[in-house]
Structures are given as structure tokens and as C-alpha cells.
């Protein structure tokens, strides 16, 4: 899918617009347009996290931001290019030693861990070198048993040559490799993943592994040597975040919160009552199990306006209450920037993702919101209210329309 940065921007003919409302409007019959693209965060959103946290820089490094700071991330591989606020939930590096294999609890006899070259992925420290033979193996042991859920092992790897590298992890109990994958570790540094869902609690096994047993065999490995450097290891559930570097315990990433708060923040813009349009402009990542949020107003008696990715199929939804929402045929595209809007006007309401069907709906939306909650909702006004459900990926761009937009104008602004 092409990039649909600066759609928001094309102004609309006045024909297109129709009876808009323009009052307190940007131009374009918009009364609030907010562009994280741009690395600054508008004075009307409020913004925390009770830890530090990371992400990519416009020069692509792994970077830290101070607690309670916005993180606006940029593409790790189109490097400059931005992606947003960086909006995640709670999570925790269950490796520890993260930077520090030397550290792990095993390893064959045919490994060597040095020192290696250059710089790690933060263009700080000094990464580790790992030289493995074709029968060797090297992996690190969570310090703490785990539920029943999906885990995902990350880490940065780089080589001076291309090189083929077994990335496992398992649960310990009976050592059978549940997830593996080949790596071909390029000399440009990449962040690779591998996961597996486990079935019951135990402790988490994870890390390198050359052999290749044969067939029937629970390892299959490459069975090549291979020497590569490596830096960031991570051990996580559901699946990959920012980077949490660890030392000898355990490391917990907070969730981040971005809220637009009941006030003159909130009702100097927000002017539609229980008519308007929103857009939105967010990256996406890989499926998960779980429904991940893009933007909700406020919860009041369980009704609100809520704009998700459901969960595994990645199809957008719009829910007023729980159970009742309306879905679009049509996914959201993983691993690109992807549009969506929503246009309501009491029980009538239309979404549209990605140019797509526009789907109509008859939900019922009768309380004008007073709060406007960021990649997660907020029951409250003042928090994420469900860390479970966060978007866990950058927001690039929101805008609202205090009236209701025509089906083809929903269709043509994501396009």
C-alpha cells in the first residue's frame, strides 16, 4: 500500500463539503487536526508514563525518553521517515542480561563470546560477538515462571558477512523447540523475532541454536558455524515492543497515555455533540490475539465511540457499547500506514478503512463525548482504563469534523 502521508491535508471542494460547518474551523471544516508526524505534541493532550521507555530516532537508533515524555517514532529501516507518537502498553523484558550473553545460563563448548566491533543499534554501547560452531548452542532462562500465552524473543543481530543463524524459544519444562526460525543475519543491523504460544506455566527458554538433528528431530537448526554480533535482547508476551534494556532482574515498560481531557482542551474543538467525523491515520503491525485501540471517547454509561483493529483478523470496528459494532470487510494492512474514518450522527453511523466498502451501521450513540483517549480507552478520563487493548504502534494523525461526512467523502479522504 502506498504511503498515505499528507492526505489530510488536500483541501475539499466546496461543493464535496456541503453543508459543513466551518465555525471555528482549519480550513477545511475540521475544528481539531493533530500531526504527531511533526515531533511536536499539541498543549491539549496530556500525556504520561511512569517509566522510561524507548524508541527509533530520525537517525535510527534505538533512543530513551524520560518519564512522562513522548515518543515520536521514526521507521527503523526508511530512516528520517516519521511514524508518529508511539503508543504502548505495559510490558516486561523477562531476559535478563539483555546485552550481555556471557551472562546466560548455557551454552556448548562450541561457543566463543567476545567483544565485538563498532557500535550496537543505540550508537552508544559495544555489542557482544558470538562465534558458534554447526553443533553449537547458547540460550538464557527466564528467572521466573509464566501462564499459559504467547511469547516472543527479539534481538539485533548484525554479521561482517552473511550469515545463517537457529533464533529458538521454548517453554523449559521439556525442552522441545516450539519455535524456531533461520536467520540470515545480513551486516546491516535488523531486529528479528520468533514466538510460540505455550500451553502451560514454566519458565521461558530461549536463544541460539546451530544443531540440526534430523528428521523427527525437535532442533533444526542450520548446521553452519556463523560469528555475528548481537545487542538487545528481549523475552516478552503477545508480541514485539520498543526495546526495555535489562540488566541482572527483570525490567517493566509502563503504558503510555495520551489524553485530550474533559475541558476547554476538549470542548473547544469537540462542538458536534452526537454528530461528527473522525479520521485517523495509524501504523500497523503483525496480528495479535488481541483487539487493539486507535482512538475512544469517553465511557459514559458504557456508551462511546470506540475505533479498533479486532483482534487476529485486523478488520476495523466502530462499537458504541460492548458487544454492539460495525466491521469493515476489508483488513487493515500490516506492517503499513493505514486510514480509517468514522462519520455518526445519533443511531446512523458509516466506517470506512483504507478506501474500502464503506459499511453502514445503526449503533446507538445518544451522550455527547467530554474526553478524547489516544491508542487506548479511558473510563475515567484521566487513564487507560484497559491496558490490554492498547495500540501498541505509532498514531500518526487524528482529525475531527463537527458534522457528519457523506459516505463518498469518508471513501475518498482514506483513500
Given amino acids: 500500500m502506498r504511503s498515505l502521508l499528507g492526505r489530510f491535508h488536500r483541501p475539499m471542494s466546496r461543493g464535496a463539503m456541503g453543508d459543513m460547518l466551518t465555525m471555528n474551523s482549519l480550513g477545511d471544516g475540521s475544528t481539531l487536526s493533530l500531526d504527531f508526524t511533526t515531533g511536536v505534541l499539541d498543549s491539549r493532550l496530556t500525556f504520561t508514563r511512569s517509566t522510561t521507555a524507548t524508541y527509533i530516532n530520525s537517525s535510527g537508533y534505538v533512543t530513551s525518553a524520560a518519564i512522562n515524555a513522548p515518543r515520536f517514532d521514526y521507521s527503523p529501516t526508511n530512516i528520517g521517515e516519521p511514524r508518529g507518537l508511539l503508543i504502548e502498553g505495559q510490558a516486561t523484558n523477562m531476559c535478563n542480561w539483555s546485552s550481555a550473553p556471557q551472562s546466560w545460563v548455557a551454552a556448548s563448548s562450541g561457543t566463543t563470546i567476545t567483544d565485538g566491533s563498532g557500535l550496537a543499534p543505540d550508537n552508544l554501547s559495544t555489542p557482544k560477538q558470538l562465534a558458534m560452531t554447526d553443533s553449537a548452542y547458547h540460550y538464557q532462562l527466564t528467572s521466573a515462571t509464566h501462564t499459559a500465552g504467547v511469547y516472543v524473543f527479539s534481538m539485533w543481530l548484525k554479521a561482517s558477512s552473511t550469515q545463517l543463524l537457529g533464533i529458538r524459544i521454548c517453554r523449559n519444562a521439556d525442552g522441545a523447540i516450539?519455535?524456531?526460525?533461520?536467520?540470515?543475519?545480513?551486516?546491516?543491523?535488523?531486529?528479528?523475532?520468533?514466538?510460540?504460544?505455550?500451553?502451560?506455566?514454566?519458565?521461558?527458554?530461549?536463544?541460539?541454536?546451530?544443531?540440526?538433528?534430523?528428521?523427527?528431530?525437535?532442533?533444526?537448526?542450520?548446521?553452519?558455524?556463523?560469528?555475528?554480533?548481537?545487542?538487545?535482547?528481549?523475552?516478552?508476551?503477545?508480541?514485539?515492543?520498543?526495546?526495555?534494556?535489562?540488566?541482572?532482574?527483570?525490567?517493566?515498560?509502563?503504558?503510555?497515555?495520551?489524553?485530550?481531557?474533559?475541558?476547554?482542551?476538549?470542548?473547544?474543538?469537540?462542538?458536534?455533540?452526537?454528530?461528527?467525523?473522525?479520521?485517523?491515520?495509524?501504523?500497523?503491525?503483525?496480528?495479535?490475539?488481541?483487539?487493539?485501540?486507535?482512538?475512544?471517547?469517553?465511557?459514559?454509561?458504557?456508551?462511546?465511540?470506540?475505533?479498533?483493529?479486532?483482534?487476529?483478523?485486523?478488520?476495523?470496528?466502530?462499537?458504541?457499547?460492548?458487544?454492539?459494532?460495525?466491521?469493515?470487510?476489508?483488513?487493515?494492512?500490516?506492517?503499513?500506514?493505514?486510514?480509517?474514518?468514522?462519520?455518526?450522527?445519533?443511531?446512523?453511523?458509516?466506517?470506512?478503512?483504507?478506501?474500502?466498502?464503506?459499511?453502514?451501521?445503526?449503533?446507538?450513540?445518544?451522550?455527547?463525548?467530554?474526553?478524547?483517549?489516544?491508542?487506548?480507552?479511558?473510563?475515567?478520563?484521566?487513564?487507560?482504563?484497559?491496558?490490554?487493548?492498547?495500540?501498541?504502534?505509532?498514531?500518526?494523525?487524528?482529525?475531527?469534523?463537527?458534522?457528519?461526512?457523506?459516505?463518498?467523502?469518508?471513501?475518498?479522504?482514506?483513500?
Fill in 178 to 415: 516450539k519455535g524456531m526460525i533461520t536467520a540470515t543475519v545480513t551486516t546491516s543491523w535488523q531486529r528479528f523475532n520468533v514466538s510460540f504460544t505455550s500451553n502451560a506455566t514454566d519458565a521461558i527458554d530461549f536463544g541460539f541454536d546451530q544443531r540440526n538433528f534430523g528428521a523427527g528431530s525437535s532442533v533444526v537448526g542450520p548446521a553452519v558455524a556463523a560469528t555475528f554480533l548481537m545487542w538487545g535482547a528481549q523475552v516478552e508476551a503477545g508480541a514485539v515492543s520498543s526495546h526495555i534494556p535489562t540488566g541482572a532482574s527483570q525490567v517493566t515498560r509502563a503504558v503510555d497515555t495520551a489524553i485530550i481531557a474533559a475541558g476547554t482542551n476538549f470542548s473547544s474543538w469537540y462542538t458536534g455533540g452526537t454528530t461528527g467525523t473522525f479520521v485517523t491515520e495509524w501504523c500497523r503491525c503483525n496480528p495479535t490475539t488481541t483487539q487493539r485501540t486507535v482512538i475512544a471517547t469517553s465511557d459514559v454509561s458504557n456508551q462511546h465511540l470506540h475505533q479498533y483493529i479486532a483482534a487476529t483478523t485486523s478488520r476495523l470496528r466502530l462499537a458504541d457499547k460492548v458487544p454492539a459494532f460495525i466491521e469493515t470487510a476489508n483488513a487493515s494492512i500490516d506492517n503499513s500506514i493505514n486510514k480509517g474514518a468514522f462519520s455518526y450522527s445519533g443511531s446512523v453511523q458509516s466506517l470506512c478503512l483504507n478506501g474500502g466498502t464503506v459499511v453502514p451501521g445503526t449503533l446507538t450513540f445518544t451522550t455527547a463525548p467530554t474526553w478524547l483517549s489516544i491508542g487506548g480507552p479511558s473510563t475515567n478520563g484521566t487513564s487507560i482504563t484497559d491496558t490490554a487493548v492498547v495500540l501498541n504502534n505509532a498514531i500518526r494523525k487524528i482529525k475531527y469534523f463537527p458534522a457528519r461526512l457523506s459516505d463518498a467523502q469518508i471513501k475518498e479522504i482514506t483513500t
